[in-house]
């Protein structure tokens, strides 16, 4: 095998996704990183990141953090449904374990606040024994604050308004309705409402309720807002769970850039006949920007993490149980299979067939064009990628069995066996190449003579951790990484690791 050299498309992000934003004691703007499992702090002077609640302590899936008075720290774990204090000597103690999917949170002196991201979620205040609920009926809940006016301020994501509600409970009382796709609410040092759109635009509504009334939109670009905090300086710094990074965003408009963002995966990896390389990233189909280094959101569609590109169409596999298309030309989406286990990798046949890899079930499926599901191969054990060749057969990755098959009407026949951890696998002029990301390396097997070779990659796919249930309380949870695999113009071959697009082409070749 020829030696390969690799390119990164995209600039590493040190906060692959960001969501719950708040300025500690030291003046570090602390970061809550869902995806990652982690929360950093960032110097704004700087820019300078530091990780100081790694992914393998107790915190599993942080989305949103509050200081108390004495200056610790309280998260909410989203997915096992936790909340948790970080004492300033870095210790921890669970604060509590009964709550669905606690997402915004707030310490008003020394009381806790925290709602539920569920529809019909509750308000509750922690403290010690039982939880108190102020309110219940919540349309999923997040980001939430204490208002000049001494009440707590929350949005409903699912009916776009925002509430108030004495914090010692009472009935809530509607102060704006029609906001767009709110996701998070802010007060500026002025007493100013922001609302923070998680929406494509990047749209942050403004009511001055306290002066004016007037009501004003702010459209940032910046995809995905998730949430925001003001320094002393009444500057405000917003974070966004598709993009990650933390930006600067001035009341004009204008962005200036703190932490980069770029992706919050990503997963899977297509390439159109155009040359256009496309990557699912869970929050978004997005495009790598080279030689700038940037991404670009192509469209915000939900939970996308394997990818195909066929003509206009994208077709894209959600490891929550969905195979979509998305039509680029006229932007809208078709389901085209709904309830299976862990769906993978995908490709598409010379007819249109779709097939996908369903790791949860261990098995290879095809759609055809009328949306009919049949099964391909059963009895796998973690099948993760699919991959077609110029004669119309498939082959199929098993991370679990460390082989990749030749699926031979159905059989699985192995073509590479005892690799660690295969993933993403991808066919070209006779060649099965194969992302085994156990040793961080490309395998490339000749498909006629079966000659094996392999070349050691400058940087592997992001290790899978330990992670909570992909669904709790009905909702999503934390994806698995996967490395994904595609071939390009010429001699071309994509990879999605450790949070960018690896080009990699031959050494020799420009």
Known sequence: MNSLRARRLTRPTPLRGSNGVAFGPDGRLYVAQFLAGEISAVDLATGDVEVVVPADGPVQAPDDLAFGADGSMYITDLVPGRVWRRHPDATFTLVTDQVRLPNGIACIGDCLFVNEMVPGGRLLELGQGEPKVLTGGLAMGNAMQLGPDGALYYPHMLTGEVFRIPPDGGTPELVAADVHEPVAVRFDLGGVLQV?????????????????????????????????????????????????????????????????????????????????????????????????????????????????????????????????????????????????????????????????????????????????????????????????????????????????????????????????????????????????????RLVAVDLATGETGTTDLPAGPPAPRDLPSLRAHGLPGVPRPFAGLAAGPGQSLYLTAEGTILHLTPAEHP
Do not use: C, K
């Open 196 to 440: 923070l759109s998680r929406g494509a635009a990047g749209i942050v509504t403004r009511v001055d309720l306290f002066g004016t009334g007037d009501r004003t939109l702010l459209t940032s670009g910046l995809s995905g807002l998730d949430n925001a905090a003001f320094d002393t300086e009444n500057r405000m710094f917003v974070s966004s769970f598709a993009a990650g990074g933390i930006t600067e965003l001035h009341p004009d408009g204008r962005t200036r850039e703190i932490a980069p963002r770029g992706f919050a995966g990503p997963y899977g990896v297509t390439v159109d006949f155009g040359g256009t390389v496309f990557t699912a990233d869970h929050y978004r189909v997005a495009e790598p920007r080279h030689p700038e280094g940037d991404v670009t959101t192509t469209e915000l569609l939900t939970f996308t993490h394997g990818i195909a590109a066929d003509g206009d169409l994208l077709h894209l596999t959600s490891q929550y149980g969905q195979v979509r298309t998305y039509d680029r030309a006229t932007r809208t989406v078709r389901t085209r299979a709904e309830g299976l286990d862990q769906p993978l990798g995908i490709a598409v046949g010379a007819d249109g067939t779709l097939v996908v890899a369903e790791a949860g079930a261990g098995r290879v499926l095809a759609i055809d064009t009328d949306d009919e599901v049949t099964e391909l191969a059963t009895g796998l054990g973690r099948p993760v990628d699919v991959a077609v060749d110029d004669e119309g057969v498939w082959y199929v990755s098993d991370e679990a069995h460390g082989t990749v098959y030749r699926l031979d009407d159905g059989a699985p026949l192995p073509v590479a066996a005892d690799l660690e951890a295969p993933q993403g696998i991808a066919v070209r002029d006779g060649r099965l190449y194969i992302a085994e990301t156990g040793p961080g």
